[in-house]
C-alpha cells in the first residue's frame, strides 16, 4: 500500500510532515521533520513486506519470533516413549532427566562453542 511523505494542514504546527496513506488519505502520522516521517515510511513498508507470504496471496504473521527445534533421531524416540514424554524430560522440574539426556545425546554434538 503505497504512503507519501508531504507538508499536511491536518498536522500540528509542531509536527507539520505527514505520512499519508495515498489509497484514502488517511494520515499514519505526523512528525516534526520530514526525516522523521520518511523513516515511518520506510518502517511502513517493511512492515506491510513482512506480512505477505512470498506468493502475495495472503497475508501471514511476522515470522521472526518462531523458533524451529529439531533432535536428531527423534523419530525413533517418539516410539519409545512419545514426544510428550521427551519435552517433559527435556523441560521438566526434573534436572536428571536433561542430564541423562545430555550424558546419551553428547556423543552427537558437533560444532560446539564454548
Not at 516521517?37 to 507470504?53: G, N, T
Request: glycine share 6%; aromatic share 6%.
Amino acid at each position: 500500500m503505497p504512503w507519501s511523505v508531504h507538508k499536511d494542514d491536518r498536522c500540528p504546527v509542531a509536527k507539520p510532515w505527514a505520512v499519508v496513506k495515498d489509497s484514502d488519505d488517511e494520515i499514519e502520522g505526523c512528525h516534526s521533520s520530514e526525516a522523521a516521517a520518511h523513516k515511518q515510511q520506510a518502517a511502513l513498508y517493511a512492515s506491510e513486506a513482512s506480512m505477505i507470504d512470498p506468493i502475495g496471496s495472503h497475508q501471514v504473521p511476522p515470522r521472526d519470533n518462531l523458533v524451529r527445534a529439531s533432535f536428531p533421531g527423534a523419530e525413533l524416540r517418539e516410539a519409545e516413549g512419545g514426544t510428550a514424554q521427551l519435552i517433559e524430560r527435556l523441560m521438566g522440574k526434573n534436572p536428571e532427566g536433561r542430564f541423562e539426556f545430555i550424558q546419551e545425546n553428547a556423543k552427537f554434538a558437533q560444532h560446539i562453542d564454548i
